[in-house]
Every structure is written in C-alpha cells, then in structure tokens.
C-alpha cells in the first residue's frame, strides 16, 4: 500500500493499532502472570515503540527505500549491543535493567532516524478521503495479523511446554538451538525483503513474476 496510498492515510490508522494492540497484549499478559509485574511498564513501552519503528521500516520497503532500511535496521543492532556490553562492563551494572535501557537505545534510534526520513514526506489528507485506505488496512492486516499469530504460536509454543514440564537448564539449551537454526533464514528474509519493495513497485505483473522466479 505505500508505493499507492499517501504516506499519512497509513501512518495514523497504524500508530493507533500500535498503540492499541500494545495495550491489550501487555494487560493479556499481566493477567494471566506471564510477565513480572515490575516490568510491566517497559513492556508495553518498548512494545510501542518498536511496533512505530516498524511502521517506519516496513513504509522503506513499500517505498523502495532500501538502503536506509538497512542502514537503520544494522545501527539499532550495533547501538542495542554496544550499550548494554558498556553497561555490563563499563558501569558494572549486570542486571535486567541493562537489557531494558539498551532496547530502549535500539528501538528509540529506529523510530527517530526513520521518522526523520518519512515524516517530510507526509502530506496532510482529509479523513474524509480516508475510506479506501481504511477498508485496504483492514483487508490485508487481518491476514497478516492472523498468519504472524499462527507462526508466533507454532514457534513458540514449544517454549511454554518446556518451561513447564522440563528445567530451565533444557528451555535454554532449546532456545539456544531455536536461535541459531533461526539464523538459517537470514538471506531468505533478506532476499524476500528485496522482492517484496520491487513487486510491490512494479505496475507489470510479468516483471514480477520474471523477478520472483529469479529469485
């Protein structure tokens, strides 16, 4: 929908389901005692604000803006890893707390960069004039959201039984093994991430089908 729709008609529909859906995960989540209490806040704020950097990353693609795509998404890696490495052995300060500020870095650095980059490029539109855009979110997010559900369920599942049934010795032994075999689908998703910005751009359907078969 990016390289179709104005910028604007996507962002706000998507920055409300963000901040919606955040919120209904986290108080789902605090409800049955999946998370520490304490945490709870952190949670649903890094949950936004990755949810908003990704908005962002996933407009790039749509908009054929590639290279800051990756440029931004190898930074938050490099600026996540580098601060809490400085918080552990700099500062000495090896708890759970380092982990959530250096989220906090890596996921804040990704909204910001790419909210530079994307809002000089938002053009106010009338709500209005919003109904077609609307009805194509809806259309396309319920599949997503539903496939990213299942994949999310079927992956991840096995950690619950584990954590359950088995030690923590054998859920980090599993989660370790899950990680590195996971580690397998980088050039797929980065070959897939490729093909996805050029057909979502191409007007011409034997193009597409030429790239994707090449690929």
């Known amino acids: ?7 604007f008609e996507l962002l706000v529909p998507s920055y409300l389901w963000a901040f919606a859906s955040s919120l209904i995960a986290t108080s789902i989540l605090n409800l049955f005692d999946l998370m520490p ?4 806040t952190d949670i649903y704020l890094l949950s936004v604000l990755q ?3 990704s908005i962002h990353l996933n407009l790039f693609i749509g908009l054929e803006k590639l290279q800051k795509y990756n440029r931004i998404s190898a930074i938050q890696v490099v600026i996540s ?3 809490l490495l400085v918080l552990f052995f700099v500062f000495n300060y090896k708890t759970v ?4 500020i250096s989220m906090y870095l890596g ?15 938002i053009k106010l539109v009338p709500v209005r004039e ?12 319920i599949y997503i959201q539903l496939a990213t559900i299942v994949h999310l369920f079927n992956c991840r599942v096995s950690y619950f039984l584990l ?7 054998a859920l980090g032994i599993y989660s370790t093994a899950v990680s590195i075999a996971e580690s397998l689908w980088l050039i797929s998703r980065s070959i897939s991430v490729f093909q996805y910005s050029k057909v979502a751009n191409s007007a011409e359907i034997k193009t597409s089908r030429e790239l994707t078969l090449m690929l």
Not at 1 to 7: G, I, M, Q, T
């Open 130 to 141: 919003w109904g077609n855009s609307i009805k194509s979110i809806f259309q396309n997010s």
């Open 1 to 7: 929908l990016a390289s179709r729709k104005p910028v």
């Open 81 to 83: 890893l580098v601060s």
């Open 107 to 121: 996921f804040g650095y990704v909204f910001i960069s790419s909210a530079l980059v994307i809002y000089p490029e």
């Open 163 to 169: 954590d359950r049934y088995m030690d923590k010795a």
């Open 51 to 53: 949810a908003l950097g």
């Open 37 to 40: 209490q304490q945490f709870a």
């Open 97 to 100: 707390e380092s982990f959530i």
